[in-house]
């Protein structure tokens, strides 16, 4: 008989049925007899795993979270070694310098910029007055206020404490012109609204003379509230602070206030930018240490105050002389 066309490839399609059927009946048992998973077994096989990776991932946010709080720990600890170690250092030379017995005494010009701030000048002045060593002269330099910082000085009646006023360009402009006037062969330095200690002079003479080798130095100063400073609220308690010399560490930030910086009168580089409103004393000190490097004393130069309303000069932000400070230091390298 005959076969009519397209017979043959029904007849294979059915076959492929068949066979398909018969391979999907066998399959599971051949999968359990070989240890094959199923699908099944394979999703929960997923689901562990997956479960397995956030805990994991959990664990290592935890590790992460303890080495954090851990170099935190650290930092703190190395930090209050180093104020530990700070005091330990200032602690005898203040001893020390109350007894020492100075074979010259040379005049010491204490320049002090100030510009509307009558209020607060009164008590700078007085923490020069009140040096043990009484060989010095200052210079208040009014950066062209209108508050009368004349008046201020007069009432003081000490002829070694001079006044002069400058237009108003800045308080860097005010120091170069306080550099200029100044007579004695050291210069020291003390912003309107900080106060010295009574033997930071005795203790500037007494390095100079020690160490004729020195021409620049610099010294710890206290700062009455680190929160204030760093636009963090206020409340901290008072904090010493005397930076171990690194001129490295000097190309990347200050390591001195003004207040806590003498040097040499006449030295090259002694002098300021008068276009800086802020960190001059960051950019007086990386030139002044260009080729030589400075003497840290330990001792207390300053009482650094965060209370005062006005700074000594508006002017550029914090950025831009920043970045101007910070282009002069690699200009010199």
Known sequence: ?????????FAAMLVRRSAGRFVRRLARPIARILGVPTQAQL??????????????????????GRQTRLASDITTLVTRLTDLGTLHQVAPLSRWLDHVQLDDHPLISVITPTYERVGVLPRAIFSVIGQRYPHWELLVVDDGGVEDSHRVVEAFADDRIHWMRVEHAGVCAARNAGLRAARGTIVAYLDDDNVMDPGWLQAVAWAFQHRPDVDVLYGAFVIDDLLRVNGDGSGALPELFLHPWNRDALQRGNLADIS?????????????????????????????????EPLVLPAVACYYTTTAQRRLSGGPTYAADRARVTARAESRL
Do not use: C, Y
């Open 43 to 64: 999703k929960a096989t997923e689901d562990r795993a997956e479960a397995r990776i956030h805990d994991l991932e959990d664990q290592v946010l935890q590790l992460v």
């Open 1 to 9: 008989m005959p076969i009519r066309p397209g017979a043959g490839n």
């Open 260 to 292: 806590a910086i003498a040097h040499r009168a006449g030295l090259p580089g002694a002098e300021f930018d008068p276009s800086l409103r802020e960190m001059g004393d960051w950019d007086l000190l990386l030139s002044l240490t260009r080729e030589t």
